[in-house]
């Protein structure tokens, strides 16, 4: 009899390793054109945030307008306004 080595299955590993990628597809598919911005807590289409090619999934954590209204009182600042 040849020797099967370890494998995964034998410790239950598999079984729990399954129901966690089932479980990551159906997120992914449930929802592939929508993305939720923390700030506004709205769920809005993939091109209203920004390209962050660090990120995951490729796009910026907040959306456009937050990033915008984050930033404009910076720039004014910054640009010696008051």
């Given at each position: 009899m040849?020797?099967?080595g370890?494998?995964?299955s034998?410790?239950?590993l598999?079984?729990?390793l399954?129901?966690?990628?089932?479980?990551?597809?159906?997120?992914?598919?449930?929802?592939?054109?929508l993305?939720?911005?923390?700030i506004?807590?709205n769920?809005?289409s993939?091109?209203?945030f920004?390209i962050?090619?660090?990120r995951?999934?490729?796009r910026?954590?907040?959306?456009?307008?937050c990033?915008?209204?984050?930033?404009?009182?910076?720039?004014h600042?910054l640009?010696?306004?008051s």
């Amino acid at each position: 009899m040849p020797d099967r080595g370890v494998v995964l299955s034998d410790y239950g590993l598999q079984a729990k390793l399954d129901a966690q990628w089932s479980a990551e597809m159906i997120e992914i598919q449930s929802s592939p054109d929508l993305k939720h911005c923390p700030i506004c807590s709205n769920d809005l289409s993939i091109s209203e945030f920004g390209i962050c090619r660090a990120r995951k999934d490729g796009r910026n954590l907040y959306c456009k307008s937050c990033i915008r209204q984050k930033i404009i009182p910076n720039c004014h600042h910054l640009a010696g306004g008051s």
